[in-house]
């Protein structure tokens, strides 16, 4: 017994439960867990996706020796440099697209034919950097302790602007798509999808910005606030745009939404939410890909999760490599406003579904007319310049990311959070340049932007 009656055993386990709870021992199991779950989604590669969705893009070879290394320090590198605490928006969406596009990209490609890193190494090599560079850029440009200590109100004066806003969006909808809503089956999606395709630019912003920008921010306020009727609003909006659009991701959207807010609450995920969300991806893309033919859950759960939401977006990877590899670069020129800076190649201007990338790339990999509609890494870095255009890419995102954190800071964080998910979601299914101007990117900017000045902070929104 110590002479401040303390036992060594308490002081053991005082110092065991410190250990425990150190950035140290968190980032260590961060990094185990992501281990983890990369070796998840390479076993669901082999077991499920090449034996049953290989025409969709998931041929598998055994990886070499150079090939495990490389995903070791592929894994390594950006898992001790990512952000663990979110409480800055480019916390959420750096580990959503680590998690949905960065370990599927690697994992998939690594393993697509034999010796891919000959093939891919480059594009792959400068992926690694420039996510490291969006991660560590993100932090070392945070916001000031100036800014830090500076707080500003969503109030009530945005709180009716953004209810109105997606009131009018939806009626908009309502009135334009009153003959074509239709809540449909699993099998009748794509369909539906067609009838739902907008015909006008204003129908298809207000699509977009009502279903990414309105509904969640009209949701988000709801659920923070207790209000009854901006809830009933933002759940009828994504109702309403899935009986259009047929979008799976707007039944997503909500019950991801709802089950964040609980880990929020605090100053952003704490350290172990990570680990325990990486490590609970990790074990649900094991049991299904186990189970997909022996329990229809699971094999639902392989199909529209697995295959769709995971690792589809890391095949994109190599499919666009092959195909602009062998088409020549767009120097995007495909993005509307950039396409006076350079012209694509000639066998791309006179493809004719040209400059839909998505379905260049299924007619070249699939043989289909479908759209294979991929993420920032591969749409706007891959097709535009090859691994150049990854680090253009990964530039663009960083400056972004760092302005919503700047812009943002001092507001209510369960508010930025919550409605930088859909954008952070959109990103690993589109273009970087088509979230900025069509899903909320530049709009998030402004809007807290104007809502610093002192008049615009109307108190009020804490009840309703």
């Known amino acids: 017994m110590l002479e401040n009656g303390c036992s060594t055993t308490s002081i053991s386990?005082?110092?065991?439960r410190h250990g425990i709870r150190s950035p140290k021992f968190a980032r260590a199991a961060f990094l185990i867990?992501?281990?983890?779950?990369?070796?998840s989604l390479h076993y669901a590669h082999k077991i499920y996706l090449h034996p049953t969705q290989e025409f969709w893009g998931f041929p598998y070879s055994p990886l070499g020796p150079g090939e495990w290394i490389y995903l070791v320090a592929a894994v390594s590198v950006v898992a001790?440099?990512?952000?663990l605490n979110f409480a800055r928006p480019s916390g959420l969406i750096i580990f959503v697209l680590f998690l949905a596009v960065y370990l599927p990209s690697i994992t998939i490609t690594l393993a697509t034919k034999p010796m891919a890193l000959s093939v891919y190494g480059d594009e792959l090599t400068a992926f690694v950097f420039g996510f490291v560079c969006v991660a560590l850029?993100?932090?070392?440009?945070?916001?000031?302790?100036?800014?830090?200590?500076?707080?500003f109100k969503v109030g009530l004066f945005a709180h009716r602007f953004l209810f109105i806003c997606c009131l009018i969006f939806f009626i908009f909808i309502l009135y334009s798509f009153q003959d074509v809503i239709s809540f449909v089956g699993l099998d009748d999606i794509y369909l539906q999808r067609q009838a739902g395709r907008s015909q006008n630019p204003a129908q298809a912003y207000a699509q977009t910005y009502l279903s990414y920008v309105f509904a969640p921010a009209v949701f988000a306020l709801?659920?923070?606030?207790?209000?009854?009727r901006y809830r009933l609003l933002g759940l009828a909006s994504f109702a309403l745009m899935f009986g259009v659009t047929a979008e799976r991701t707007l039944v997503l959207l909500p019950l991801v939404m709802a089950l964040m807010y609980p880990l929020i609450l605090s100053k952003g995920f704490t350290q172990w939410n990570v680990c325990w969300i990486t490590l609970a991806l990790a074990f649900l893309v094991l049991l299904a890909a186990f189970f997909a033919e022996s329990s229809q859950i699971f094999d639902l759960v392989s199909l529209y999760f697995v295959m769709r939401v995971l690792a589809t977006p890391g095949a994109f990877f190599w499919q666009y490599s092959d195909t602009f590899s062998k088409y020549g670069y767009t120097y995007w020129d495909h993005v509307k406003g950039l396409d006076s800076l350079a012209d694509a190649p000639s066998v791309l201007l006179n493809h004719p579904q040209w400059p839909q990338l998505g379905y260049i790339v299924a007619?070249?990999?699939?043989?289909?007319?479908?759209?294979?509609?991929?993420?920032?890494?591969a749409a706007d870095g891959i097709a535009s310049a090859g691994s150049g255009g990854i680090l253009v890419v990964c530039f663009v995102l960083s400056i972004w990311l760092i302005a919503l954190d700047r812009i943002s800071k001092g507001f209510d964080h369960r508010f930025v959070l919550l409605v930088s998910f859909p954008m952070a979601f959109i990103l690993t299914n589109g273009s970087v340049f088509s979230m900025l101007l069509s899903f909320g990117g530049l709009f998030w900017i402004a809007f807290f932007y104007?809502?610093?000045f002192p008049r615009n902070q109307i108190s009020g929104g804490s009840s309703s």
């Open 450 to 452: 104007f809502n610093r």
């Open 33 to 39: 867990c992501s281990f983890f779950y990369a070796l």
């Open 137 to 151: 850029s993100t932090r070392a440009l945070a916001p000031s302790r100036r800014l830090l200590s500076q707080t």
């Open 222 to 228: 709801g659920i923070i606030f207790n209000k009854m």
């Open 13 to 16: 386990g005082l110092g065991l």
């Open 80 to 83: 001790l440099v990512l952000p």
């Open 363 to 377: 007619d070249n990999i699939l043989g289909l007319e479908s759209n294979s509609n991929a993420n920032l890494f």
